[in-house]
């Protein structure tokens, strides 16, 4: 079927009213494209495609809703899931990098936190024994700090609630507490929850405490629990020997 003679208009309307900042960055005529966040959330558009034939001089029109639902807001801990800490010590976590998938990158979400502490060994309880250090449970991070006394069999789970008027999202990170001769291990940048496959991910771990020599050692799992061995693909050695490091 020949299309010369036909001339093609695409327009994007809310509320019967035309939208003039909604544009197609299509070079194909027969198609509409938008760049990423083009539309705004929670509004009802009508595309229309309006066809005007210069021979037979009729117009046809054809036309769809859309409707953008809201995106979901992804809380993160800094550093993973993961935490230690040593008795008289304090250990951080940080939810700052969490953020609303709504917003263009570069713009700030307005998120508010709270956070919550439990004690899941040696006997689970709704107390938690470490002391909050930081001033209060409602900041974007805190801190928490392990009494002298405190068991190196004891470990807690701290979460957080990142939310805003309508929506909200947790995470969770199990403390353990060590003891005092063991070094301390922590990330220095969120792990990505998801990444394509021709992408590089890069980790990168903190070795810190450490009195004597040690080899760090990393291991990747599949989500059943089973080791998978990346010793050929990865850029830095999977284990490294460290020599005392004390800070």
Avoid: H
């Amino acid at each position: 079927m020949s299309t010369a003679g036909l001339v093609y208009n695409w327009t994007a309307s809310t509320n019967n009213a035309l939208d003039s900042s909604v544009i197609s960055t299509s070079k194909e005529a027969l198609a509409y494209k938008l760049e990423p966040y083009a539309l705004k959330v929670l509004t009802l558009y009508t595309v229309q495609l309006s066809v005007y034939s210069t021979e037979s001089k009729t117009l046809a029109y054809a036309s769809v809703q859309v409707y953008v639902a809201q995106n979901q807001i992804v809380s993160v801990i800094a550093g993973g899931n993961q935490k230690s800490v040593k008795p008289g010590r304090t250990v951080i976590l940080d939810a700052s990098d969490s953020y609303d998938s709504d917003l263009v990158a570069g713009e700030v979400p307005a998120l508010s936190y709270k956070w919550s502490c439990i004690t899941i060994a040696p006997a689970l309880s709704e107390d938690c024994g470490l002391i909050l250090a930081s001033k209060n449970y409602v900041s974007s991070s805190v801190s928490f700090k392990a009494s002298y006394d405190d068991s190196i069999e004891s470990v807690y789970v701290i979460s957080v609630q990142v939310y805003d008027n309508t929506r909200s999202s947790s995470s969770s990170a199990k403390v353990n507490v060590l003891p005092a001769d063991n070094p301390m291990l922590s990330l220095l940048s969120p792990v990505p929850a998801k990444v394509n496959p021709s992408a590089k991910i890069m980790i990168e771990g903190y070795i810190s405490d450490i009195a004597g020599s040690f080899k760090a050692m990393w291991q990747v799992t599949d989500a059943v629990g089973n080791t998978i061995d990346v010793a050929d693909k990865v850029l830095t050695p999977t284990t490294l020997s460290v020599d005392a490091v004390i800070s």
